[in-house]
């Protein structure tokens, strides 16, 4: 991809460039890059990314553009190694109520970046007998599970079943199916939960679950269970007891893993016997799963010209939507769109007119289907002319899966 070098004052001074690279084994994945002029290609090294899909991370480095007489510019480099590829589901869970409720329901399996993701499955039951079937549209993503239940000669009573994913690389991915026949004593809400996490990020807030239950002086007994103990519930994995109606806190503890789906479950039973478990899936992404990139920053003489506009990508799929919304002093942060569809481009635009010499700060806080990725905007106005590059950093992406892809300098 080129990057585009322009002096604020419309000369066009000779340009060095120097790499700082990634540490260990990604030090050459971004190699010395020629200047041509103002404008630098930068690629990166297939041999190396190969060696890093045994590895899954996020490598940075940072290009340093110098000329005489200017500061020095800094332009980061982020690469997103996955390692493998992930399925997400939607829903995360289902329930079956008999003979109220319909005995047909369907998931859509979707894989990361868009990317078809062949799988394999498998349903079963824990009780009730063979009461649970699935079939697939496809056998690689995306596709839609037609999930069915026969409930003939079940007794009534709360049972558990699942669906296990199992993709061509990466964790296989469990989806529970509860069936219910008959009243139950013991209801949840929400049904399921999700969580998303960007490795470096911010832990994200808690939720709440509710339980609840027809029968007076009731109680429950509760407990999240997760590989690796990353789903707790008020605080702990072990199991947690009451009376009901309880608000239960649900929070996650990302630390330590790496990109990928984590599911996990909440199972809750009362005492007269009626059970709900709660689907619970953790996202972690190497770079944000609501918009990229997390900052931005704009660098213009006072006086001059404003700087190129950079673009912001916000993700999404299916029927999301998103609202993107402005905070700072004054007008000079503005972007092109405030919400619509995602996934969407936005231009986000930073002007200097009127502003004396100094570093202003903002922020778009990007709302994706309640996900949220507060983008911070830097504005540095100098005094004396300046170097500016476009586009201001470069996030590459990979998941393992087929051959690393060939890096394209013609661009």
Same mark, same amino acid.
């Given at each position: 991809?080129?990057?585009?070098?322009?002096?604020s +004052?419309?000369?066009?001074?000779?340009?060095?460039?120097?790499?700082?690279?990634?540490?260990?084994?990604?030090a050459?994945?971004?190699?010395?890059?020629?200047v041509?002029? +103002?404008?630098?290609?930068?690629?990166?090294d297939?041999?190396?990314?190969?060696?890093?899909?045994?590895?899954p991370?996020? =490598?940075?480095?940072?290009?340093?553009?110098?000329?005489?007489?200017?500061?020095?510019?800094?332009?980061?480099?982020?690469?997103?190694?996955?390692?493998?590829?992930s399925i997400?589901?939607?829903?995360?869970?289902?329930?079956?109520?008999?003979?109220?409720?319909p005995?047909?329901q369907?998931?859509?399996?979707?894989?990361?970046?868009?990317a078809?993701v062949?799988?394999?499955?498998?349903s079963?039951?824990?009780?009730?007998?063979?009461?649970?079937?699935?079939?697939?549209?496809?056998?690689?993503?995306p596709a839609?599970?037609?999930?069915?239940? !026969?409930?003939? !000669?079940?007794?009534?009573g709360?049972?558990q079943?699942?669906?296990?994913?199992?993709p061509?690389?990466?964790a296989?991915?469990?989806?529970?199916?509860?069936l219910?026949?008959g009243?139950?004593?013991?209801?949840?809400?929400?049904a399921?939960l999700?969580?998303?996490y960007?490795?470096?990020?911010?832990?994200?807030?808690?939720?709440?679950?509710? &339980?609840?239950?027809?029968?007076?002086n009731?109680? =429950?007994?509760?407990?999240?269970?997760?590989?690796? !103990?990353?789903?707790?519930?008020?605080?702990?994995?072990?199991k947690?007891?009451?009376?009901?109606?309880?608000?239960?806190?649900?929070?996650?503890?990302?630390a330590?893993l790496?990109?990928?789906?984590?599911?996990?479950?909440?199972?809750?039973?009362?005492?007269? *016997?009626?059970?709900?478990?709660?689907?619970?899936t953790?996202?972690?992404?190497?770079?944000? !799963?609501?918009?990229?990139?997390?900052?931005?920053?704009?660098?213009?003489?006072?006086?001059?010209?404003?700087?190129?506009?950079?673009?912001?990508?916000?993700? *999404?799929f299916?029927?999301?939507?998103?609202?993107?919304?402005?905070?700072?002093?004054?007008t000079?942060?503005?972007v092109?769109?405030?919400?619509?569809?995602?996934p969407?481009?936005?231009?986000?635009?930073a002007?200097?007119?009127?502003?004396p010499a100094?570093?202003?700060?903002?922020?778009? &806080?990007?709302? &994706? +289907?309640?996900?949220?990725?507060d983008?911070?905007?830097?504005?540095?106005?100098?005094?004396?002319?300046?170097?500016?590059?476009?586009?201001?950093?470069?996030?590459?992406?990979?998941?393992g899966?087929?051959?690393?892809?060939?890096? +394209?300098?013609?661009?």
């Open positions: 991809m080129n990057v585009t070098v322009t002096a +004052d419309g000369t066009s001074p000779a340009l060095k460039v120097t790499v700082t690279p990634a540490a260990g084994i990604a050459t994945l971004f190699p010395q890059p020629p041509i002029g +103002d404008v630098i290609p930068v690629g990166f297939s041999n190396t990314l190969t060696q890093l899909l045994s590895s991370g996020i =490598y940075t480095a940072s290009l340093t553009v110098t000329a005489a007489g200017f500061a020095p510019l800094t332009i980061p480099l982020t690469f997103n190694v996955g390692g493998t590829l997400f589901p939607s829903p995360t869970s289902l329930a079956f109520n008999v003979p109220s409720g005995t047909v369907t998931i859509e399996l979707l894989g990361s970046s868009g078809a062949s799988f394999s499955l498998v079963g039951t824990s009780g009730g007998g063979n009461w649970l079937s699935t079939t697939a549209s496809a056998s690689y993503t839609t599970l037609t999930v069915t239940i !026969n409930p003939l !000669n079940v007794p009534g709360t049972y079943g699942s669906i296990t994913i199992t061509s690389s990466g296989t991915l469990p989806i529970p199916v509860t219910q026949v009243a139950n004593t013991l209801a949840a809400s929400p399921s999700a969580f998303a960007t490795v470096g990020g911010t832990t994200p807030p808690l939720q709440v679950l509710q &339980l609840s239950g027809p029968l007076s009731d109680t =429950y007994v509760a407990q999240a269970t997760s590989t690796g !103990n990353w789903l707790l519930v008020n605080g702990v994995t072990t947690i007891s009451g009376p009901l109606p309880a608000s239960l806190n649900v929070t996650v503890n990302p330590g790496l990109p990928g789906t984590y599911p996990g479950t909440i199972t809750a039973t009362d005492a007269d *016997g009626g059970t709900q478990t709660v689907a619970v953790l996202v972690v992404s190497g770079i944000s !799963n609501v918009a990229n990139p997390a900052s931005l920053v704009f660098v213009a003489q006072a006086g001059e010209p404003a700087p190129a506009a950079q673009t912001v990508v916000v993700n *999404g299916a029927n999301a939507t998103y609202t993107a919304t402005i905070t700072a002093t004054g000079w942060l503005s092109s769109s405030t919400g619509g569809t995602a969407a481009q936005l231009t986000v635009i002007s200097p007119v009127g502003l100094g570093t202003y700060s903002g922020s778009v &806080l990007i709302n &994706l +289907d309640t996900h949220i990725q983008i911070q905007v830097t504005l540095i106005v100098s005094a004396s002319p300046v170097l500016t590059a476009y586009p201001g950093g470069l996030i590459f992406a990979y998941f899966g087929s051959a690393p892809p060939t890096p +394209d300098l013609s661009r």
